[in-house]
């Protein structure tokens, strides 16, 4: 069953013929509007062709413009070219081969004056002059009508014998056939055809070979004037004109002949007919086949073939090159084509590769700043075993350091849950007076450098500065600045010989962290690039180069940033700087958070502070 669809108010099954709407208004602008648009993008085109070309040199202008035409224009090109070129090699050939195979039918004869003529017998036609005896060169005229009759008129001027002169003193190009010629056996001569009757002498007088000698010539001359269809007489009462009376008698006549060279002995006049006539052959297909040859492989099978092989690359993931435009308007178009497909895949693959390599990164800093509450922890419930071991009892201090090392690796699993990348870590601010936020900054590296380094000495700088410290607040995310403060203990620990200094100080709205160690300090190149990821001067199976990259970023999102430099006394310094908002209320340091703990808590908010966006600019750039 079909379905039933209303169309124009008028209810239809479907696949019922319908006539075509003849006046569609709306049709027709949208076809307007199409060929327009396509004519406009036509002439875009064009004009920056032209603004391509203009911009080479001028000797590669047409070159260029040669690439870029279409295949069908180009074929034709080739074909004229290929036409022209067969043709004219095909009658310069022939040419030279046809006055090389004359030379041997060429016969010699002595004209009045005793001068010596050589060259090639016209083949005639030619009338017999019984009063001259000598044969003479004519013209056929045909009878009105489609019957075989014709007229012969003998033109131009002659004497006896082989003295012919040509009308206008032309120059004698050719010889033409006497009856000396004839006698002497330079030429044989043969009936011309045409006017025949029921009866004409060719059985009676003409030799085995149908050629007429010169001492029969008179005689078949005269019988086939007789025997013939009298064409002459048929001519007169046809056009009421008396042929013999205009030309003279015996100069019209209704029998004529034909004379040809001997044949000429060897191969070689043979080989050259054979050659003469294979020459347009051999020229129009030789040239053919090497012109759309060259055709094929310059315009079709070379730019496929690179095609083709920017096609395989692409497919083998190979995407670390580029497609130049190939020859033709066509497939030029299919290169750009594939040149767009290339980049758009090269992108996604980068982009591929750009998240997995920030998934390698977040998973080798997820690690990395595990491996600082871990260590904290094995060290205190080592110290905890020991003091169980001696009897005594555990201190409440240690058990206080186990309990905020499991909170804070508790919080960083929280934050770090839902992160794809680094730089999109949340930033959870607490309101905090700053001196228990110094406070808390030295006892934790303290804890750090004990439980890393125990042999190593720490000297704790620093304080509070810009006013009574009990009337000052900071917004600060503890758990990242300790994690960053971490890192650089860590660092310091590696290097440091005696003594690691940490400074915790605020001042006019930021929190400064630095730490010194007394070792070898930072070479040139790693204060340069120091802060790059997987860089590190002594790479090892526990030290992944992460460390200060992840503080950087860090101190980024908390609207700061970090420093690297030498200390003067000799060893290497890394600060750290964040933005604490001193003085704010939640709603001028950022933007509060949607999460309703967080709205619900005053004293909790989230955002970067005032450096926060631009260092997401720079990440993104």
Not at 80 to 86: G, K, P, R
Not at 353 to 381: Q, S
Not at 459 to 477: F, I, K, M, N, Y
Not at 569 to 586: M, S
Request: charged share 30%; aromatic share 8%.
């Amino acid at each position: 069953m079909g379905r039933w669809i209303p169309l124009d108010g008028q209810v239809m099954r479907r696949g019922d013929e319908r006539e075509p709407a003849e006046d569609c208004p709306v049709c027709d602008a949208d076809g307007r509007e199409r060929r327009k648009a396509r004519r406009a993008a036509r002439r875009e085109a064009r004009k920056r062709e032209r603004e391509a070309l203009k911009r080479l040199p001028r000797r590669e202008r047409l070159r260029a413009w040669w690439r870029t035409r279409p295949l069908g224009l180009v074929f034709a090109v080739y074909l004229a070219v290929y036409l022209a070129a067969a043709t004219a090699i095909s009658l310069a050939v022939v040419e030279c081969l046809s006055a090389w195979n004359n030379g041997y039918y060429e016969v010699e004869v002595t004209l009045a004056g005793g001068r010596v003529r050589r060259g090639v017998v016209d083949s005639g036609p030619y009338i017999y002059d019984p009063a001259s005896q000598e044969l003479l060169p004519a013209s056929e005229l045909n009878l009105p009508g489609d019957g075989p009759y014709a007229v012969f008129i003998a033109t131009g001027e002659w004497g006896t014998g082989s003295d012919y002169v040509p009308e206008e003193g032309r120059t004698i190009s050719t010889l033409y056939a006497t009856t000396d010629m004839v006698r002497n056996g330079q030429i044989r001569l043969y009936d011309w055809g045409l006017n025949y009757n029921d009866w004409y002498p060719q059985e009676e007088v003409l030799e085995t070979n149908n050629s007429i000698s010169a001492e029969d010539l008179a005689r078949y001359d005269e019988l086939s004037r007789a025997g013939r269809a009298q064409t002459v007489e048929l001519f007169s009462q046809m056009t009421g004109v008396d042929l013999e009376a205009a030309f003279g008698e015996g100069l019209v006549s209704n029998t004529a002949y034909y004379a040809a060279s001997q044949q000429p002995e060897g191969l070689l006049p043979w080989i050259l007919a054979l050659a003469t006539g294979l020459t347009p052959v051999i020229a129009y297909g030789g040239l053919g086949w090497f012109a759309f040859r060259r055709f094929y492989r310059v315009h079709i099978e070379r730019p496929l073939g690179e095609l083709s092989a920017a096609a395989q690359r692409i497919a083998a993931q190979d995407l670390d090159f580029s497609i130049e435009p190939v020859r033709g308007r066509e497939l030029g178009r299919l290169s750009k084509t594939l040149e767009a497909m290339r980049a758009s895949l090269l992108e996604a693959q980068r982009e591929l590769w750009r998240t997995a390599e920030e998934r390698r990164r977040l998973n080798a800093a997820f690690a990395h700043d595990m491996r600082t509450p871990v260590t904290v922890l094995k060290g205190t419930v080592e110290m905890a075993k020991m003091r169980l071991a001696r009897g005594a009892e555990v201190d409440e201090r240690e058990l206080d350091t186990i309990a905020g090392q499991a909170v804070r690796l508790e919080r960083y699993a929280q934050a770090m849950s839902g992160v794809a990348k680094l730089e999109d870590r949340p930033v959870e601010r607490e309101e905090m007076a700053i001196p228990e936020l110094v406070e808390r900054l030295r006892a934790h590296a303290v804890e750090v450098v004990a439980a890393r380094a125990g042999e190593l000495k720490v000297c704790l700088e620093g304080g509070h500065e810009g006013g009574p410290a009990a009337s000052q607040t900071a917004w600060v995310d503890l758990a990242l600045v300790e994690e960053v403060l971490d890192n650089l203990l860590s660092n310091a620990c590696g290097h440091a010989r005696e003594r690691i200094t940490v400074l915790v100080r605020a001042k006019n709205g930021m929190l400064d962290v630095s730490v010194t160690d007394d070792g070898d300090g930072f070479t040139p190149e790693a204060l340069r690039r120091g802060c790059d990821p997987f860089y590190s001067e002594n790479k090892s199976a526990e030290h992944f180069g992460l460390g200060l990259n992840i503080s950087h970023i860090l101190c980024g999102l908390h609207g700061g940033s970090l420093d690297l430099s030498n200390a003067e006394q000799g060893g290497a310094r890394v600060c750290a700087h964040f933005e604490i908002g001193v003085d704010q209320n939640p709603a001028e340091g950022g933007p509060k958070s949607d999460d309703p703990e967080v709205g619900e808590n005053p004293k909790k908010r989230q955002g970067g502070g005032r450096g926060f966006s631009r260092f997401r600019r720079e990440q993104k750039s």
